[in-house]
C-alpha cells in the first residue's frame, strides 16, 4: 500500500489550488489542506476507489463551508478587500527575486499549480478572484473546478452531489454573474464554442487582466514594471501617467492595520498623484523588485529581508489598468513566508 503521506503529498498542490480559489486565503486555504489530510489519515482507504476525487470532494465541501463565515467577515472588513497574494513562477523566478541580494537563489515550485495557458493564470489572477465575490457558494464552486481545472460536469455533479444538469446552470449562472458569459476580448486569441457554452482561447497569447502567457508577455511586463518603478520612485507625474489607461483603479488594503486609501482612487491624474506621493514615500523606506504574483506582474516591497507589502498590476494594451496594493500584515504573511523559503540563508 502507498504511504499516506506520500499518496496525499500527490495531491497537495490541486487541493491548495482548490481551496484558494475558493476562498481567495492563502493561509485558511492551508488550513484547510491540513484538515483534509488529518482526515485522510483516518479514512479507510480500502474503501476509497479515487483518493485524488474523494480529497478534491472534501476540500470542496470544507471550502464550502467556510466561505459562509468568511463572507460575514468581509462584510466587516474596513477598506477594499483583496485576495492574499501568493508567489508565482513555472521557471524559477520567484527564487532568482530571492537571492537578488546575493549567490545562492533557490527556484521553487509554484504552490498553485502550473500557470502555462491564459486560462489557468486567469483562474488566480486578483482581478477574477474579487469577481468571484459576486458568486454563491455553489456557483463558485462549480466556477472553479470547470474553469481552473477543467473537471467535467459529471464529475462536479459527484463532488458536489448534485446532477450534471444542475452543474451545468450554475456554471452558466457564474460566468453570466461575473460578465464571462460572452468571450473576453483577447489579443490574439483565437476560440472554439464547447456544448456548454463555454469558450476555448488556449491559443490566446495574452489575456483582459494582464494575466497573459509565454515569454514576450513576461518581458514586456518587466520593461512596464521597472519604467513605472522608476517614475514613481521619481515622483515623475507625467510618466507615471503615459504607463497609466484613462480610467486606471487603485485599490489598497491595509487590513485595518496599515493605514490606506479607504476607498478606491479612480482616474488617470488622480492614481499618478497618490503613487507619486504614497509609492515613492514606500520606496524610500524598501526596494521593490519586480516579480510574478498570481500568474501576473507585480512588486515585492522588501526592507531589512523582509516583505512589507506586495502591488500587484493589472496591465492592458501596454499600459496599468488597475493596482492592488496589499500590505496588510495578515494578508501577505503567507507571501513573506514564501519569500523567507526561498531566499538564500
Known amino acids: 500500500m502507498v504511504d499516506t503521506a506520500v499518496e496525499f503529498e500527490a495531491h497537495r498542490a490541486r487541493l491548495f489550488g482548490i481551496a484558494y480559489r475558493m476562498l481567495g486565503s492563502a493561509s485558511e486555504a492551508e488550513d484547510l489542506v491540513q484538515e483534509a489530510y488529518l482526515r485522510w489519515e483516518r479514512a479507510d482507504r480500502h474503501a476509497v ?5 474523494w480529497l478534491a470532494k472534501v476540500v470542496t465541501n470544507l471550502s464550502l463551508n467556510e466561505l459562509a463565515s468568511a463572507r460575514m467577515r468581509r462584510e466587516q472588513y ?8 501568493v508567489l508565482t513562477s513555472a521557471n524559477g523566478a520567484v ?12 527556484t521553487a515550485s509554484p504552490p498553485l499549480g502550473p500557470l502555462e495557458t491564459v486560462e489557468q493564470r486567469d483562474s488566480v489572477s486578483f482581478a477574477l478572484l474579487v469577481l468571484l465575490e459576486r458568486l454563491t457558494a455553489p ?26 444538469a444542475n452543474s451545468r446552470q450554475l456554471h452558466r449562472r457564474a460566468r453570466k454573474a461575473i460578465g464571462r458569459d460572452t468571450p473576453a476580448a483577447r489579443t490574439g486569441a483565437t476560440g472554439t464554442t464547447e456544448a456548454d457554452g463555454t469558450t476555448d482561447t488556449t491559443g490566446a497569447t495574452a489575456a483582459v487582466g494582464g494575466t497573459g502567457v509565454g515569454a514576450p508577455v513576461r518581458q514586456r511586463w518587466t520593461g512596464l514594471v521597472e519604467t513605472f518603478v522608476a517614475a514613481a520612485r521619481e515622483g515623475d507625474l507625467r510618466r507615471l501617467e503615459r504607463l497609466l489607461t484613462e480610467d486606471v483603479v487603485s485599490y489598497a488594503d491595509g487590513g485595518g492595520r496599515i493605514s490606506t486609501a479607504r476607498r478606491p482612487i479612480l482616474g488617470r491624474a488622480k492614481v499618478a498623484r497618490y503613487l507619486a506621493g504614497g509609492l515613492a514615500r514606500f520606496a524610500a523606506a524598501a526596494v521593490l523588485v519586480p516579480c510574478e504574483v498570481n500568474g501576473g506582474p507585480a512588486l515585492l516591497a ?15 494594451e501596454e499600459r496599468i489598468a488597475a493596482l492592488r496594493i496589499c500590505v496588510s500584515p495578515d494578508k501577505i504573511a503567507f507571501a513573506a513566508r514564501q519569500f523567507a523559503a526561498y531566499s538564500p540563508s
Open 302 to 316: 522588501l526592507a531589512e529581508g523582509g516583505l512589507l507589502g506586495v502591488v500587484t498590476l493589472e496591465v492592458a
Open 49 to 53: 476507489a479515487a483518493p485524488g476525487a
Open 139 to 164: 456557483e463558485r464552486a462549480v466556477f472553479v473546478l470547470r474553469e481552473a481545472f477543467d473537471y467535467p460536469h459529471r464529475e462536479i455533479a459527484e463532488l458536489l452531489e448534485t446532477s450534471e
Open 78 to 85: 474596513v477598506g477594499p478587500w483583496l485576495p492574499e497574494p
Open 95 to 106: 527564487g532568482a527575486v530571492a537571492g537578488a541580494g546575493g549567490a545562492g537563489a533557490r
